[in-house]
């Protein structure tokens, strides 16, 4: 079974920092595009970045570009999020998700794995 499983979400103050972790299993670590996307109180979903095997790395949201960094460690089946100067609209619960192919994509129609989320609260 493919799992997707979300951590390192928290409460922290604006200009802080919080690296949250996707950790897969029930698939081949060598072949995927993985995409993290966010969605906050009474918004839409929006993709904020994803990294693929075949292409590399992927940003979607403009405002975050600088501030946030995707990686990955084949060896620990794990992608993660690095989310620096964090400001309080960056307030939302942070999602990872699994592309059908290994190609990213903005729409999250084209991902079909989806984690439970990760909390992710800023102050001001």
């Known amino acids: 079974e493919v799992q997707l499983v979300e951590s390192g979400g928290g409460l922290v103050q604006a200009g802080g920092s919080l690296r949250l972790s996707c950790a897969a299993s029930?698939?081949?670590?060598?072949?995927?595009?993985i995409g993290w996307f966010r969605q906050a109180p009474g918004k839409e979903r929006e993709a904020v970045s994803c990294?693929?095997?075949?292409?590399?790395?992927?940003l979607y949201t403009d405002s975050e570009k600088g501030r946030f960094t995707i990686s990955s460690d084949n060896a620990k089946n794990t992608v993660y999020l690095q989310l620096n100067s964090l400001k309080p609209e960056d307030t939302a619960v942070y999602y990872c998700?699994?592309?059908?192919?290994?190609?990213?994509?903005?729409?999250?129609?084209?991902?079909?794995?989806w984690g439970q989320g990760t909390q992710v609260t800023v102050s001001s």
């Open positions: 998700a699994l592309a059908v192919i290994s190609l990213c994509y903005s729409d999250s129609y084209y991902y079909d794995t």
């Open positions: 029930g698939f081949t670590f060598d072949d995927y595009a």
């Open positions: 990294i693929s095997s075949s292409e590399g790395i992927t």
